[in-house]
């Protein structure tokens, strides 16, 4: 039953992903996508803020611009779309490298 449910949260979140993020991942593979993904629910879960998540990003795409738009992108879909709310680590992982595949 679970697997049924994290199935469907990731469908829904891939359908809504196809139109959010126009991908150029810079030196990112879509693997790396889906990790980053991942590791921001975790972060979320975790209890770090938005402001926390984006200032990270900031810091660790200093001189990635292109990095910097995709991840920052992720880390507001994450904590702002009403899609994402129930996201898991591993639907996240799944949802961002699929559309991120789907769109190269």
């Known amino acids: 039953m679970k697997h049924h449910y994290i199935f469907a949260v990731t469908a829904g979140a891939v359908c809504l992903l ?3 993020l126009a991908y150029d991942t810079g030196s990112m593979s879509c693997t790396d996508i889906g990790e980053f993904a ?3 629910v975790v972060g979320k879960e975790n209890g770090a803020t938005l ?3 984006l200032a990270k990003v ?3 795409t200093k001189d990635y611009p292109t990095e ?5 992108s992720i880390v507001r879909q994450i904590y702002t779309a009403p899609w994402a709310k129930k996201l ?4 996240a992982r799944m949802a961002f490298a699929a559309d991120c595949q789907a769109q190269r």
């Open 18 to 20: 196809h139109t959010a």
């Open 38 to 40: 991942a590791a921001t």
């Open 51 to 53: 402001k926390e998540a």
């Open 58 to 60: 900031t810091e660790r």
């Open 68 to 72: 910097r738009k995709v991840l920052t």
């Open 88 to 91: 898991s680590e591993e639907g």
